[in-house]
């Protein structure tokens, strides 16, 4: 099938990963993960066309598995807590796994058959453009969206301040998209004013969605990034690097503080929206529940009754959702899978650069574990995935090509 062939696949699949977000899919008449809106679409479309380009690959090369082989133990481990918690666990509403965790390791299955026979840099060329017109794209739709107080893409929300949407549906999941790609582009641009357009749409961005926990995670990743704490056994406080942290602290200063776009974050010490009391009073569920529930997890239906009696609506740490529906053992085998899987992966985007991959690592997990995005149905990291896997390539077969001007072989690709 033509959508399947390797010039069109990993398009399609990067598309609807970073542009295919709950609102844009709400006004295609597609309700993800809604209730009341079926078991179909439980799924995130990414999920489908994953399964069905896996079967159309496995076929096509004989069931060769190749590079997913070294990501067995994460895609095992997924596995087994998915199955878990469909089986002899408690809880309900968990098959979020298969597109958070799960389809990124379809990604990497099927993403090494670009480079079958034929490198194909052009392919990840356009996969690197289309990933930076998307970081772009998202965060200029996030300005306008607050300036002109109006959603293009709207989902069900009960925010009482405005917060933009964008193409990724709640703030907070838009956030951990930004974060990552800022980083991850900054790191590699090497022109100031360029760095600078970089921080300042972010930073704008971030102010639009009203995330205070993703501008104080982004502003540390800057800063790390910027100064390179004891680079080569020095400190690195060159005056290129002053001036982008000075520029860094006054772009957020005047954002939240001088413009529109800071509305919700300057709100914080004179509008309760329970965004911090929900945070503390989700560990008063603890001491309602039994040292078995804490370790193998807890009842769906004591979940609920615990988060009524709580004043609890939405519990905003995946860590302690992840808690509560598989248990401490089962969480902490998923947690330390997915940490080594995100290590790898940083590790593509960056060789040569240990510092630049721990920066990246750390300022994620912290973002990520100030909401519940990776617990409930997101493709940030099919995103983050296809992008380290381009930036590898592109990084392979650049110089191979300028010195080789012949077309170059090769089997396939070492992720």
Same mark, same amino acid.
């Given at each position: 099938?033509?959508? #399947?062939?390797?010039?069109?696949?990993?398009?399609?699949?990067?598309?609807?990963?970073?542009?295919?977000?709950?609102?844009?899919?709400?006004?295609?008449?597609?309700? @993800?993960?809604?209730?009341?809106?079926?078991?179909?679409?439980?799924?995130?479309?990414? %999920?489908?066309?994953?399964?069905?380009?896996?079967?159309?690959?496995?076929?096509? +090369?004989?069931? /060769?598995?190749?590079?997913?082989?070294?990501? &067995?133990?994460?895609?095992?481990?997924?596995?087994?807590?998915?199955? +878990?918690?469909?089986?002899?666990?408690? !809880?309900?509403?968990? @098959?979020?796994?298969?597109?958070?965790?799960?389809?990124? =390791?379809?990604?990497? #299955?099927?993403?090494?058959?670009?480079? +079958?026979?034929?490198?194909?840099?052009?392919?990840?060329?356009?996969?690197?453009?289309?990933?930076?017109?998307?970081?772009?794209? *998202?965060?200029?739709?996030?300005?306008?969206? /607050?300036?002109? /107080?109006?959603?293009?893409?709207?989902?069900?929300?009960?925010?009482?301040?405005?917060? =933009?949407?964008?193409?990724?549906? /709640? $703030?907070?999941?838009? !956030?951990?998209?930004?974060?990552?790609? =800022?980083?991850?582009?900054?790191?590699? *641009?090497?022109?100031?004013?360029?760095?600078?357009?970089?921080?300042?749409?972010?930073?704008?961005?971030?102010?639009?969605?009203?995330?205070?926990?993703?501008?104080?995670?982004? %502003?540390?990743?800057?800063?790390?990034?910027?100064?390179?704490?004891?680079?080569?056994?020095?400190?690195?406080?060159?005056?290129?690097?002053?001036?982008?942290?000075?520029? @860094?602290?006054?772009?957020?200063?005047?954002?939240?503080?001088?413009?529109?776009?800071?509305?919700?974050?300057?709100?914080?010490?004179?509008?309760?929206?329970? %965004?911090?009391?929900?945070? &503390?009073?989700?560990?008063?569920?603890?001491?309602?529940?039994?040292?078995?529930?804490?370790?193998?997890?807890?009842?769906? *239906?004591?979940?609920? &009754?615990?988060? +009524?009696?709580?004043?609890?609506?939405?519990?905003?740490?995946?860590?302690?959702?992840?808690?509560?529906?598989?248990?401490?053992?089962?969480?902490?085998?998923?947690?330390?899978?997915?940490?080594?899987?995100?290590?790898?992966?940083?590790?593509?985007?960056? $060789?040569?650069?240990?510092?630049?991959?721990?920066?990246?690592?750390?300022?994620?997990? @912290?973002?990520?574990? %100030?909401?519940?995005?990776?617990?409930?149905?997101?493709?940030?990291?099919?995103?983050?995935?296809?992008?380290?896997?381009?930036? &590898?390539?592109?990084?392979?077969?650049?110089?191979?090509?300028?010195?080789?001007?012949?077309?170059?072989?090769?089997?396939?690709?070492?992720?």
């Amino acid at each position: 099938m033509v959508i #399947f062939d390797k010039k069109w696949f990993p398009l399609i699949v990067t598309m609807l990963c970073v542009f295919a977000g709950p609102g844009v899919l709400f006004m295609l008449k597609y309700p @993800l993960g809604e209730a009341g809106g079926g078991a179909i679409f439980r799924f995130h479309p990414v %999920s489908y066309f994953l399964v069905l380009l896996t079967i159309y690959n496995l076929v096509r +090369y004989n069931y /060769h598995i190749g590079e997913l082989k070294k990501y &067995y133990g994460f895609t095992l481990c997924v596995l087994i807590v998915l199955i +878990y918690s469909l089986t002899f666990g408690s !809880s309900k509403g968990n @098959l979020f796994l298969f597109n958070v965790l799960f389809c990124p =390791s379809l990604i990497i #299955f099927n993403f090494q058959f670009i480079n +079958y026979k034929t490198i194909n840099i052009k392919i990840w060329k356009q996969l690197m453009f289309v990933l930076q017109f998307f970081f772009y794209a *998202e965060c200029i739709l996030a300005i306008l969206e /607050h300036v002109i /107080h109006a959603k293009l893409f709207p989902i069900n929300e009960t925010a009482i301040l405005f917060r =933009s949407n964008a193409f990724q549906g /709640h $703030p907070l999941n838009n !956030s951990l998209f930004l974060i990552f790609f =800022s980083l991850f582009f900054y790191s590699y *641009e090497k022109t100031f004013v360029k760095r600078m357009i970089i921080i300042g749409l972010t930073v704008g961005a971030l102010a639009s969605f009203g995330v205070r926990s993703g501008l104080v995670t982004y %502003s540390l990743g800057i800063t790390l990034i910027s100064l390179k704490f004891m680079e080569n056994g020095k400190f690195n406080f060159s005056m290129k690097n002053i001036a982008t942290l000075v520029i @860094l602290v006054l772009s957020v200063v005047y954002i939240v503080f001088y413009t529109p776009l800071g509305a919700r974050i300057t709100s914080a010490g004179t509008f309760n929206d329970n %965004s911090s009391s929900v945070r &503390y009073g989700v560990y008063n569920m603890f001491n309602y529940i039994s040292l078995q529930d804490i370790i193998w997890g807890v009842p769906q *239906e004591t979940i609920d &009754y615990l988060m +009524y009696i709580n004043g609890i609506e939405i519990i905003e740490n995946f860590w302690i959702i992840w808690i509560f529906k598989y248990g401490v053992v089962f969480t902490v085998y998923l947690g330390i899978s997915f940490i080594l899987f995100f290590y790898r992966m940083t590790k593509l985007a960056f $060789p040569v650069k240990e510092y630049e991959r721990l920066v990246m690592l750390c300022v994620f997990l @912290l973002a990520a574990s %100030s909401n519940n995005s990776l617990a409930v149905n997101t493709t940030v990291i099919c995103a983050i995935t296809i992008l380290c896997l381009t930036q &590898y390539n592109i990084l392979r077969y650049r110089p191979v090509i300028k010195k080789k001007p012949r077309p170059v072989q090769a089997e396939l690709v070492n992720f």
